[in-house]
C-alpha cells in the first residue's frame, strides 16, 4: 500500500503566484481531507469530499482556495494568488468513510515569501 | 463547535519513564483516534476506540475510550528515544461528522 501520495514536498513561491497542491489518496479510499497545520492553529480541515464530491468546505479561509477532485485518485488544492500568511503545512488524508479514521499524507510545506 | 482539550501540551519524558496523556471534550464522540506526529511527516494512526469503556494496546501504548464518551487518554509504557514526537487525539462525534483534533501533546527527551 503506497499511502497518501501529496506532492510536491516542498513549495516556496513569491506573494501573488499561483500555487498548486496536489494528492493521490489511497486507492478505494471513498473520502479525502484536506488540512492546514501551523503552529499557532495546530491542526485544521479546510475541505473534505466524499466520493469526489465536497461535502464540508467551511474551513477554507477565503476565496483564494479551491479544491477539486475530478477522480477518485486525484484531488489538488489551489491558492490564487498566495500571501505570505498562506505559509504553513497542507496535508491530504485519506479514508474509507467519512467517520472512519484517516491516513494523512507526509504533508506539503508551503512558504510564500 | 466542537473543541477537544489535550493536556499537557508538552512534556520531558526519560527513558525507561512511563507517560501519560489526556483528551477532553464538552460533547459526546462516538470514536478516539490517537495519532503521533513525527517531525517533517504526516500524523501517522496509533490507536482507534470505538466503544465507551474500551482499552485498546499497540505494543507499549495503551489508549482508553472513557465510560462518558467525552474523554479519552493515552499511556506510553517504558519510553525510549523514538517516542519523542507530537501527540494528538482525535474525535468523531455521533452525527459522524468531521474529525475534530486536539492542539497536540509534544513529547521531548530530557537534557
Known amino acids: 500500500d503506497a499511502g497518501v501520495i501529496q506532492s510536491p514536498r516542498h513549495e516556496v513561491t513569491e506573494m501573488g503566484q499561483e500555487v498548486t497542491l496536489r494528492c493521490k489518496p489511497i486507492?478505494?479510499?471513498?473520502?479525502l481531507f484536506w488540512y492546514r497545520q501551523t503552529m499557532m492553529r495546530g491542526l485544521e480541515l479546510l475541505i473534505y469530499?466524499?466520493?469526489?464530491?465536497?461535502?464540508?468546505d467551511s474551513g477554507m479561509p477565503e476565496d483564494r482556495f479551491s479544491a477539486k477532485m475530478p477522480n477518485a485518485s486525484f484531488s489538488t488544492l489551489k491558492i490564487q494568488p498566495s500571501e505570505p500568511r498562506d505559509s504553513a503545512v497542507y496535508f491530504c488524508?485519506?479514508?474509507?468513510?467519512?467517520?472512519?479514521?484517516?491516513?494523512f499524507g507526509n504533508g506539503t510545506r508551503l512558504t510564500v515569501t | 463547535g466542537q473543541q477537544l482539550n489535550q493536556s499537557p501540551q508538552s512534556m520531558f519524558i526519560q527513558e525507561g519513564e512511563d507517560v501519560s496523556m489526556n483528551c477532553t471534550s464538552s460533547?459526546?464522540?462516538?470514536?478516539w483516534l490517537w495519532y503521533k506526529q513525527d517531525p517533517g511527516e504526516g500524523p501517522v494512526l496509533l490507536i482507534a476506540?470505538?466503544?465507551?469503556?474500551e482499552l485498546t494496546s499497540n505494543g507499549r501504548l495503551t489508549a482508553q475510550f472513557g465510560i462518558t464518551r467525552k474523554d479519552s487518554f493515552l499511556n506510553i509504557s517504558a519510553s525510549i528515544p523514538s517516542d519523542v514526537g507530537i501527540y494528538f487525539c482525535?474525535?468523531?462525534?455521533?452525527?459522524?461528522?468531521?474529525?475534530?483534533f486536539g492542539g497536540g501533546t509534544r513529547v521531548l527527551v530530557k537534557p
Open positions: 488524508a485519506s479514508s474509507f468513510t467519512n467517520n472512519s479514521p484517516l491516513h
Open positions: 486507492s478505494g479510499h471513498n473520502s
Open positions: 469530499f466524499n466520493n469526489n464530491v465536497p461535502i464540508d
Open positions: 460533547s459526546i464522540f462516538n470514536t
Open positions: 476506540l470505538y466503544k465507551a469503556g
Open positions: 482525535a474525535g468523531i462525534d455521533r452525527a459522524g461528522n468531521k474529525l475534530t
